[in-house]
């Protein structure tokens, strides 16, 4: 795994731009160096003979220099093999001029200079220097946009697995509680329980087909809430009254699926299991199409004011998680209890 991640390493730049790179510079140079001599003939024979040279230094550097003592973080071997290399450099490239160019090694300069001088050597080498410091930054740059992209696209992959996961738990839990509840009516030999089937169904389909998106339709959403609102009549009866309001136009609203199942699980939950009547009201309102405000409120007795207060339940914990992740901090849950009513309110962005 580790070879493999070294050789995809080696070839974020393809070859194409390294030729394209080293051909601009090499042109780039022979003019340069020709406009100043006005002798563009000595600029491409000098150029041919140090162009080679430089391939090699700067290949070493980013290939085997960097990453086997800079990124181990041997940096004393590191400066001792980088300016070795320096030095074999020099003696090679002041040869090869001298021998296939020009005895003039230094023709840049006031006078006459003379190889292995301090000034000569100072001058060669800040050069190289220079190419081998270019070269590097851009291969260091290259690299450190891969790594962020690597790090972004970990890190959508980490947030969708968790997002996944924390949706997986709700649809369980949910299936889990309405078997149970159609087992019951079996049991009693329950008429409803045949439309119980029937509403379970058409919740399925939703679960299984549409809650892949990250992102769907609020009409949706609230039909499948419907779905379960029904189930809940049909179980409860005449002991609950429940209804749902919606302010504003939701046509184009778009929400994360399965967001607003728990907070109405756990109204019916703690509310309606305990009472003899009790009412449970859901609100979602679009507040100048930029903030959606959903709110549920279920009635409560004395005894399960400072249970509901104190513990918002597994379910919110997962979607105050949900909403951390999708919204991070650009989101608003709380909630309360005001007169005898347990109340959840969301607002979030649309």
Known sequence: MEEKWVKNRKSLIPVKYHVLFWA???TFNVIRWGSY????WYSLKSNLVEFPLHLILVYINIYFLIP????????TTYITLFLGFLLVLYCVRTGLN?????ENIWPEAESQQKAFTFNHIIAVTLGEIYVVALATAIKLTVDWIYERKRNEDLQKIQLKTELNFLKSQIQPHFFFNTLNNLY???LEKSDVA???VLKLSNIMHYVLYEVKEPLIGLLDSIKYIQNYLDLERLRYGDKIISTLEIIGEIEDV???PLLFLPFIE??????VRNLEHSKVNITFENIDNKLLNFTVENTIDEQQNAINAGSPGIGNQNVRRRLELLFKNNFELKTYIVNGNYCVQLKMPI
């Open 24 to 26: 601009g510079y090499f």
């Open 37 to 40: 001599f006005s002798d563009y």
């Open 68 to 75: 086997k003592f800079i990124l181990t973080k041997k940096y």
């Open 98 to 102: 001298y021998v296939l160019v020009t």
């Open 184 to 186: 019951a009516l079996t």
């Open 194 to 196: 045949p439309e119980v």
């Open 254 to 256: 778009k929400v994360p």
């Open 266 to 271: 756990n109204s019916f939950k703690h509310g």
